[in-house]
């Protein structure tokens, strides 16, 4: 059995932001109630976790999709549909590469 890597971890960390971020009138609330601070550190934690990506050459893709998802967050349906849809992303790489350090 092997070690989990922290890219690994980091997204399913942020995919399941991601996804809670996405929920329809949540979300919203919780992003405008808070002047956009959680499209930032969204912004950061995907950045982090491409770098660790990089350095354990895992996919990159879904923090990729998760920086753009920060900078577009700010319009209200495209970020919302942004949100889901980096979420999902994130959390099925993750769960490939929780798969693939079982065996």
């Known amino acids: 059995m092997g ?12 995919g399941g932001l991601e996804a809670f971020l996405g929920i329809p009138i949540v979300g919203g609330l919780i992003i405008f109630s808070s002047a956009w601070t959680p499209l930032f ?7 982090v ?13 879904g923090s990729i999709l998760g920086i753009v998802t920060s900078c577009v967050g700010v ?4 970020g919302m549909i942004m949100h889901i849809i980096t979420g999902v992303v994130l959390m099925v790489d993750a769960y490939r590469y929780s798969e693939g350090e079982r065996m």
């Open 3 to 14: 070690v989990t890597r922290v890219s690994t971890i980091l997204k399913w960390v942020s």
């Open 41 to 47: 550190v969204m912004l950061v934690l995907h950045i």
């Open 49 to 61: 976790t491409l770098i660790f990506s990089i350095n354990e050459r895992t996919n990159r893709h």
């Open 75 to 78: 319009i209200p349906i495209v």
